[in-house]
């Protein structure tokens, strides 16, 4: 029973088999480390939508928008009557800058002005139906990345 144990590391440390996994862990890295900072092209002025963990590029520049996050969620819930409107505050970063952005359903479309751009903030989904918060995987921001004029 030892000897077999035995050989059984022995195989498992062959220079085949370590240089073949060692490759194919190296493959997979890339993979996942290029996949996780190129994000989705958009071009200028047209209309998208973004998720939570997600990132755009903006064609033609370094441009990149991704949307880390709900910080909080104070809409209120349809169907209910509530004293003041409420909005989300989203946290997304431009660049290498992280900002918390507050959504007012009722002030959309909003605007940002970051560099030689305009990010205008159109809806974002889904409506508030009950007093707990959405699962912050369903958030979604639709958003126009323009040229400044």
């Keep these: 029973m030892r000897k077999w144990l035995f050989r059984a590391r022995k195989q498992a ?3 085949r088999v370590t240089g073949f996994c060692m490759a194919l862990l190296l493959v997979a890295s ?3 480390t290029l996949g996780c900072t190129q994000g989705a092209r958009v071009r200028p002025g047209e209309e998208f939508s973004i998720k939570v ?6 064609e033609g ?3 990149r928008v991704s949307f880390q996050g709900i910080v ?14 409420g ?3 989203a946290r997304l970063k431009i660049g290498n800058q992280e900002m918390d952005v507050e959504i007012v359903e009722s002030q959309l479309p909003q605007e940002m002005i970051f560099g030689a751009y305009r990010m205008v903030i159109l809806r974002i989904l889904p409506a508030r139906t ?3 918060p959405p699962d912050a995987k369903e958030y979604q921001i639709f958003l126009k990345i323009e040229l400044k004029e």
């Design 13 to 15: 440390k062959s220079p």
């Design 72 to 85: 909080e969620d104070s809409r209120c819930p349809q169907g209910m009557e509530c004293f003041w409107e």
């Design 30 to 32: 890339l993979s996942l």
């Design 130 to 132: 009950s007093p707990e």
């Design 87 to 89: 909005g989300v505050i």
């Design 61 to 63: 520049s370094n441009v």
């Design 53 to 58: 963990g997600e990132q755009v590029v903006v």
